[in-house]
């Protein structure tokens, strides 16, 4: 079975500083996806970014970027310039290919301070 | 992204009723709907899977006779919490998946039971 982990309960940065998020996991796929979510206090889940395991690059969105070490089985998330907006539970998945199933990481509970 | 819509957003029900919580895809034909509860600041735990036309498949240790789980169609299902009492109260979330592509979520339920 897969497992998720996210060893950071709680972090805290001033604004526009640049925070990482740390994420691993255990599978013994080859082929997965792996995701971030955010998750703020109206509790609605937001797809922040995704990563096919099969590409090298590393997935970014404007402000989101992801280190994605598959050999070390790592995934963790950099957010740069960091906004208020920010402030949120994130939570770092993984889906088997083909499954659609989610297995999630105990989150991180991240304070963005003004 | 795709729209899930989850109602009611909030519900407050007495000790032996029943509630009944519907999940919705707006523009998308959802094969597999997924049902999570969340503990205040904890994970989702994904409690059943569910495919369209057929029986939900129940996570260990979730039991099946008190969270009646129907698909009936490709956009709606629903998830009724049988005769509930106050420990069911909890965050519940759903997200629904077309076929090949990856899960969105719907805003989720607090269900609070007095």
């Known amino acids: 079975a897969q497992t998720v982990t996210q060893s950071q309960p709680e972090m805290s940065v001033q604004e526009a500083e640049t925070v990482t998020l740390s994420c691993t996991y255990d599978?013994?796929?080859?082929?997965?996806?792996l995701f971030w979510y955010k998750q703020p206090p109206s509790r609605q889940m937001i797809l922040v970014i995704r990563q096919e395991a099969y590409k090298q690059q590393n997935a970014t969105e404007n402000r989101f970027s992801v280190n994605f070490q598959k050999a070390a089985k790592s995934f963790s998330l950099k957010i740069s310039d960091s906004q208020l907006g920010d402030t949120a539970m994130y939570f770092c998945a993984f889906m088997r290919q083909g499954a659609q199933k989610l297995v999630f990481g105990q989150g991180t509970r991240l304070t963005i301070n003004p | 992204g795709a729209v899930v819509s989850q109602h009611p957003s909030r519900v407050i029900c007495k000790s032996g009723t029943s509630v009944k919580i519907e999940c919705r895809s707006l523009?998308?034909?959802?094969?597999?709907m997924f049902w999570y509860r969340q503990f205040p600041k904890q994970s989702l735990m994904l409690m059943a899977t569910s495919n369209e036309g057929s029986k939900a498949t129940y996570e260990q240790g979730v039991e099946k006779d008190k969270f009646l789980i129907n698909h009936a169609s490709l956009t709606l299902s629903t998830l009724t919490v049988a005769s509930a009492h106050p420990e069911d109260s909890s965050f519940y979330i759903c997200?629904?998946?077309?076929?090949?592509?990856?899960?969105?979520f719907g805003q989720g339920t607090r269900l609070t039971v007095v």
């Open positions: 523009d998308f034909q959802a094969t597999t």
């Open positions: 997200s629904a998946a077309g076929r090949g592509t990856e899960a969105f």
């Open positions: 599978t013994s796929e080859n082929n997965y996806y």
